[in-house]
């Protein structure tokens, strides 16, 4: 069930940052199924293979190779694309990465962030603005029952910070300027996402794909982890509503957690063992642990206030959304059109 009439993005104009990675490629998909006018502003894909090239989105769509620490080329795109709705998903998202280069981490997540928040201020046309953080914005305790919206942000690794500092941000500019402008503005901040077509390092779903393909044992780094992992469509879906929602209804701008419910928390060990049994062929992992930077070990959501104020609830449990995932691959190493393949996915869960 949709909580967001999907015949109101037919004919809008959407400007979507970090365009060409995992998320934003099957976000710009969907909104070319939905009948939007989409322009997407982010740095070349950052994989190989990529999913963006694998959807043939440059052909469909308008799409610029930019930085967001470059002000000025992104204020020229948001004058000429005049975007009503602006999805900002563009971000340097690895943990272990963020301890490797913490400069470029904070100068892309808050600078790039102020950014974007400068030509959505500047721009005249925008109505409708959605921060897309991570759960990993809030200062874990380690304790056994899920973060709520009014908890503190104060993210550990230069990732997780990085992103707690983007929302303060984002909340400044709501209050000082945006408001005023008439503006509506939320943060959405999601847990552990996975779907087809991700190909970074350091992810446990692309980490076992790799293994499997290639013939050998999946390695699972930090198998005791618990994390609220859902499908890619869940969040996007949200983020959709409540970018939707906002536009028509200011009152509903804020900050919400997007996950899924407590009993689809499990931890990575469970993930790769779910994993194995979608993936048949007698594929197995094994418990690599050696150590390395801090990581949260436990970290669950409170989503109550996205379910209690837009009725917003998971399509697909965790063994479900593993499933579909395993399924995309599968199509993809079988030499399957991945633009149609992904397409019925994503008419199924929103069916359309």
């Not at 980490?207 to 996007?236: F, M, W």
């Not at 509503?241 to 469970?270: H, L």
Request: charged share 25%; proline share 4%.
């Amino acid at each position: 069930m949709n909580t967001f009439d999907v015949n109101f993005y037919k004919g809008k104009k959407v400007l979507v940052t970090g365009h060409t990675g995992f998320k934003g490629s099957w976000l710009c998909r969907i909104l070319l199924d939905l009948g939007a006018e989409v322009t997407g502003y982010a740095l070349e894909p950052p994989t190989e293979p990529d999913i963006f090239s694998l959807l043939k989105l440059e052909s469909q769509m308008h799409s610029v190779v930019g930085d967001i620490r470059d002000l000025e080329k992104l204020k020229a795109v948001f004058a000429e694309a005049q975007p009503e709705i602006v999805l900002h998903l563009a971000a340097q998202p690895i943990v272990r990465e963020s301890y490797k280069n913490p400069v470029y981490t904070y100068e892309t997540n808050v600078m790039g962030t102020v950014n974007v928040l400068e030509a959505v201020r500047q721009c005249g046309s925008v109505k409708s603005f959605l921060n897309v953080t991570t759960d990993k914005v809030y200062r874990n305790n380690e304790w056994e029952w899920g973060y709520r919206e009014t908890d503190e942000l104060d993210g550990y690794d230069p990732y997780s910070n990085s992103k707690s500092c983007s929302e303060l941000v984002t909340h400044s500019y709501e209050k000082a300027f945006l408001k005023e402008l008439g503006i509506a503005v939320s943060t959405a901040r999601a847990g552990n996402v996975i779907g087809g077509g991700d190909f970074a390092a350091d992810r446990i779903i692309p980490d076992c794909v790799r293994a499997v393909s290639g013939g050998k044992k999946i390695a699972v780094r930090n198998p005791h982890s618990t994390r609220p992992y859902q499908h890619v469509l869940e969040p996007l879906g949200a983020y959709l509503m409540i970018a939707a929602r906002q536009y028509e209804d200011g009152s509903k701008a804020g900050a919400y957690n997007v996950g899924p419910g407590d009993d689809d928390c499990i931890t990575t060990g469970q993930l790769a063992d779910f994993f194995c049994e979608a993936w048949g062929d007698g594929v197995s992992w094994e418990n690599l642990y050696q150590g390395g930077p801090h990581e949260a070990n436990f970290l669950k959501l409170d989503c109550s206030r996205i379910h209690s104020i837009f009725g917003w609830k998971p399509h697909w449990k965790v063994k479900e959304a593993i499933a579909h995932t395993v399924e995309w691959y599968q199509a993809w190493l079988n030499g399957a059109d991945m633009e149609a393949y992904t397409d019925i996915q994503i008419k199924e869960y929103f069916g359309i």
